[in-house]
């Protein structure tokens, strides 16, 4: 497993995340040609934003982990004059190839994620078969289990019914 866990995270991961980062620079690309092209469709917020967004994501393309994403997802919650900032300046934009653009960079930071998290799942999920297996063996058997044991009782109760009524009968008649 841990030959694995190094192929993995020396040779695979850095890989995955060269292809990231080039699909980065091309959205960055784009957005640049954009304005090139025409400066009026693109404003000038709207290309910060964009080329902003674009290289956080290009620079954090290592740190995208699950802690990471709870850390920062508990920071931005708590965090209200940045959040109301960000939604403001996400009105701002009109330009539907942007949006598509952020909508992009969204996903590769989702893949980001998913890469770099891998390895963790890989190790878990031994853990969570044989948590599975004992869930259903126990909650599978428990009922028959149950059962079983519901039916000793009755049995028991009414042996013990019987044999008392035998001896009344006898001492008692």
């Known amino acids: ?31 640049i040609s954009m304005v090139i092209e025409d400066k009026k469709s693109v404003p000038p917020i709207e290309f910060n934003f964009t080329t902003h967004i674009i290289s956080a994501v290009s620079d954090n393309l290592s740190d995208y982990n699950l802690i990471t994403l709870f850390r920062r997802k508990k920071t931005f919650e708590n965090e209200k004059v940045i959040k109301s900032k960000i939604k403001e300046i996400e009105a701002q934009i009109y330009n539907e190839r942007l949006k598509e653009i952020h909508e992009k960079c969204l996903t590769i930071a989702f893949k980001s994620l998913i890469y770099n998290s891998l390895m963790l799942l890989v190790y878990l999920l031994p853990i969570f078969i044989v948590l599975y ?11 028959n289990i149950k059962k079983l044991y519901l039916n000793m009782i009755n049995n028991r109760v009414e042996s013990n019914f019987t044999s008392s009524n035998n001896l009344q009968k006898q001492y008692c008649y």
């Open 133 to 143: 297996i004992i869930s259903k063996l126990f909650f599978g058997y428990s009922k």
């Open 1 to 31: 497993m841990s030959i694995i866990h190094l192929m993995y995270q020396f040779v695979v991961l850095p890989t995955l995340k060269q292809s990231l980062n080039f699909k980065l620079h091309k959205l960055n690309d784009e957005v």
